[in-house]
C-alpha cells in the first residue's frame, strides 16, 4: 500500500445512499416525519435536501428487491483530487466501480466509485454544484447538516487501516477496541468503523441546530410514534448528544448536535474510551443500550457488498 497522506483530499461527507424494499414508507418518513426535504425524485429513486446546506441531497433513499446500503459519497476539493485518488486506488489494487466521469445525479460533477475492503460502494465526487441555503431559524428542528456515518466490519482494524492510508482519515478516538472514530478536517468524525457480526450500515447521523432543536426534533419523533430506542443522552466519544431511531426499513437513524471539533490537529492525541455508562452517556438521561440498539446496530447482512447501484 501507499505511503499515508499528510492531509486527506476529502472534505466532508456529502450523502448516503439507501436501498430498499418499503420505498413508498421510506420515503414519506424521511419527508414527513424526519424533516428532509425531497428535491428530485422518480418512481425508483428520492433524493432529500436539507434546506440549511448547500449539498444537493444529503440522503438518497432508492427502491430495490433488497435491503442495502448503495453508497457512502465523500467531497474532495478538486477534479485533480478525483483522478489522484483514483490512481491511488488502482495502484492498492482496490476494485474500481466505476472510473472518473461526469455524474448523472443532481448537482452534476465529476466522480468515480471504489469498493472499500469490505466491499461498501464508496463514491468521491468534486464540482457538484451547490443548491440555495439559509440558516435555520431557532426551534426549527429538522436537521441542518448530514453529521457522520458509521459502518459495521468483522475488522475494524483492517478496514480503519483502509480509510487512513488510501483516503487520509485520522483516528480521533477508540470506543474500547470495539469502534473508532475517524475525521478529516475538523468534525470528531465523519465516519467511524464498529466490530460488527457482518458488514452492514450501523448508523447515520444527521446533525441538528443546537441543543433545542435536536431535543424538539427527539420530541416529534416520540409524538410520531417512533420513540428513540436509545437516547436522548451525550456520549463521551465526541461529546455529541444522541437519540437513535429506527426507519421504517430497520435502519438506525440519529439526530445529534454539538459535536466536538478539533482545531488544533497536529495537537490531537486519540483516546481509549470505555463502554460504561458514564462514558456511553454523559447526562445519565438515556435508557440502557442493551434493550433495543445493540441488536439495532448491527442491522442486517448488507446485501448490496461488492455490487454496484445502478444509480
Ligand atoms: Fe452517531
Redesign the pocket.
Given at each position: 500500500m501507499s505511503e499515508p497522506l499528510t492531509r486527506s483530499p476529502i472534505t466532508h461527507l456529502r450523502h448516503v445512499g439507501l436501498a430498499m424494499p418499503d420505498y413508498r414508507e421510506s420515503v414519506e418518513f424521511y419527508d414527513k416525519i424526519w424533516g428532509l426535504v425531497p428535491v428530485a425524485n422518480d418512481s425508483d429513486i428520492t433524493f432529500f435536501a436539507t434546506p440549511a446546506h448547500p449539498e444537493q441531497y444529503i440522503l438518497r433513499v432508492r427502491r430495490a428487491a433488497e435491503k442495502r446500503l448503495d453508497l457512502l459519497s465523500f467531497a474532495v476539493e478538486t477534479e485533480h483530487d478525483v483522478d489522484a485518488v483514483t490512481e491511488r486506488m488502482i495502484a492498492a489494487g482496490v476494485q474500481v466501480d466505476r472510473e472518473p466521469d461526469k455524474l448523472g445525479t443532481p448537482g452534476g460533477g465529476y466522480g468515480m466509485r471504489f469498493f472499500d475492503p469490505d466491499g461498501r460502494l464508496i463514491e468521491v465526487s468534486a464540482e457538484v454544484a451547490e443548491r440555495p441555503y439559509r440558516p435555520l431559524e431557532p426551534r426549527e428542528s429538522i436537521p441542518q447538516k448530514l453529521s457522520?456515518v458509521?459502518v459495521n466490519a468483522t475488522d475494524v482494524v483492517a478496514t480503519k487501516k483502509f480509510y487512513e492510508t488510501l483516503l487520509g482519515f485520522r483516528l480521533s478516538d477508540w470506543l474500547e477496541d470495539q469502534m473508532c472514530f475517524l475525521r478529516t478536517r475538523v468534525d470528531h468524525h465523519i465516519l467511524a468503523i464498529a466490530h460488527g457480526p457482518h458488514t452492514s450500515l450501523n448508523?447515520v447521523?444527521f446533525e441538528m441546530r443546537g441543543i433545542d432543536e435536536y431535543m424538539r426534533g427527539t420530541g416529534r419523533m416520540k409524538r410520531s410514534g417512533r420513540p428513540p430506542i436509545w437516547g436522548p443522552g451525550r456520549h463521551g466519544a465526541g461529546d455529541n448528544t444522541?437519540s437513535y431511531f429506527l426507519d421504517p426499513n430497520g435502519n438506525i437513524v440519529?439526530y445529534?448536535t454539538e459535536l466536538e471539533r478539533i482545531e488544533d490537529d497536529a495537537a490531537w492525541e486519540p483516546r481509549v474510551w470505555v463502554a460504561t455508562p458514564e462514558e456511553a452517556d454523559q447526562w445519565g438521561t438515556s435508557n440502557p443500550i442493551t434493550e433495543q440498539m445493540i441488536p439495532a446496530m448491527f442491522n442486517d447482512p448488507d446485501r448490496g457488498v461488492w455490487t454496484g447501484s445502478p444509480i
Open positions: 457522520h458509521v448508523h447521523s444522541f440519529e445529534t
